[in-house]
């Protein structure tokens, strides 16, 4: 029996909610202080897991059953990037143990040929809820904030997350959900009302990176819409796309490598940057960059007040932690995908979801996003590149 599209959109709609709710307290203060909560959210992400890779299978097998006609080289060449994401997932599960860069590539093939609005209406709806509920239970007292003071003399507060940047990133997904859902209807009023709650936020996290990238996105779209930009040039623009998904993945590699604490502008940018470059630079000048990643063990500040930890070492640019964690392999797939995703959505004239990916790339570079999937789905984007129909080639 073969799904309908809205069939297969509700089942995945319902198996994501499902995934999302169950992992999310994971950037909450109650992975910390309760644990048993915590083991029953395991237990049913599981299960949800289990479901999502049944409809990836369902992708794959009705994929399969419709290229008989046409030969099995056919249904090779519509996965090729899905089985070469895969192979290279399947690479870094040997060797560091990690499922989670399968588990994304598993979750891509769940929603092919899905509506992804209605599940993001979903997602968004379960996002909602949960940091209301988090904040609920933050004012109750049944879980603490965590304060971290900047060398400015700012306080940065949680709120019951596990970290100040934490809570700000967790809206920024959900910022970055709502304007795909509004897509061209989005317009001067819904960026007022996404920068006003940024604004309140940021009162309490002092999460710089977050507050512009909200505030540059919805302002950018909402500029798009309103002159009514329908269509650019797809081969012009596909250049200028793969030109700027290359500059902000490179860059960072190459400020790393040339890092000199004793060079004035060098030493002037990493301060700027709140010490990001010299961290980057000790930790690549240990790992290098592995093939299929490297087990690490990540110091952060989550549940830390941040004032003392002289064996800090997480990276918080994601081009370079995904390196450490999945391999240089992944994080070339990685930005080959966004470059054909761009090309893909231009050629789709979805200019919306065009902002949404550039200014997700922005950030990026500064914060890590990509595969806290509890928190970025915008990412199942990813899913019209990996496999493609009919002649249809990006």
């Known amino acids: 029996m073969r799904l309908t599209q809205d069939a297969k959109t509700y089942i995945a709609g319902v198996l994501f909610g499902i995934y999302y709710a169950s992992a999310l307290p994971d950037v909450t203060m109650l992975v910390v202080e309760q644990p048993g909560l915590m083991g029953i959210c395991n237990q049913v992400r599981t299960y949800s897991v289990y479901g999502i890779y049944l409809l990836a299978a369902y992708t794959l097998i009705t994929g399969f059953l419709d290229s008989r006609g046409d030969g099995i080289l056919t249904w ?3 996965h090729l990037p899905f089985l070469a994401a895969l192979a290279v997932c399947a690479c870094v599960k040997v060797s560091t143990g990690d499922m989670l860069p399968l588990k994304i590539v598993l979750f891509m ?3 092919h040929k899905t509506d992804l609005k209605k599940i993001f209406m979903i997602l968004l709806g379960v996002h909602i809820v949960f940091t209301l509920l988090v904040f609920a239970a933050f004012r109750a007292g049944m ?5 971290v003071p900047r060398k400015n003399g700012a306080i940065r507060h949680s709120l019951g997350f596990i970290y100040p940047l934490d809570l700000h990133g967790h809206y920024l997904s959900m910022v970055f959900m709502y304007m795909y859902i509004r897509a061209e209807k989005f317009g001067i009023r819904d960026a007022l009302l996404v920068n006003a709650l940024s604004a309140l936020l940021f009162i309490a996290t002092n999460a710089r990176t977050d507050l512009a990238v909200i505030l540059l996105a919805s302002l950018v779209l909402a500029a798009v819409n309103r002159i009514g930009l329908k269509k650019i040039g797809t081969c012009a623009a596909g250049i200028c796309a793969a030109a700027y998904t290359l ?3 490179v860059t960072p590699f190459i400020l790393t490598a040339v890092y000199d604490p004793e060079n004035a502008f060098m030493a002037r940018l990493n301060r700027m940057l709140t010490g990001r470059l010299a961290i980057q630079h000790r930790v690549i000048r240990e790992t290098g960059y592995p093939l299929f ?8 500040w989550g ?13 918080d640019c994601t081009f370079l932690k995904d390196t450490v964690d999945f391999g240089i392999l992944f994080e070339i797939l990685f930005i080959i995908g966004m470059i054909a995703l761009f090309v893909y959505l231009l050629k789709k004239e979805d200019l919306p979801s065009v902002v949404i990916m550039a200014f997700f790339l922005l950030s990026c570079t500064i914060e890590y996003h990509t595969v806290l999937t509890y928190m970025y789905p915008i990412l199942l984007l990813l899913n019209n590149v990996l496999i493609y129909e009919g002649k249809e080639i990006t």
């Open 109 to 111: 093939a769940a929603v």
């Open 143 to 147: 879980i603490t904030d965590v304060i």
């Open 293 to 300: 990643g490297r087990v690490m063990e990540w110091i952060g």
């Open 247 to 249: 500059a902000l993945s």
């Open 76 to 78: 090779v060449k519509r």
């Open 303 to 315: 549940a830390y007040d941040g004032t003392d930890r002289p064996d800090y070492n997480f990276i």
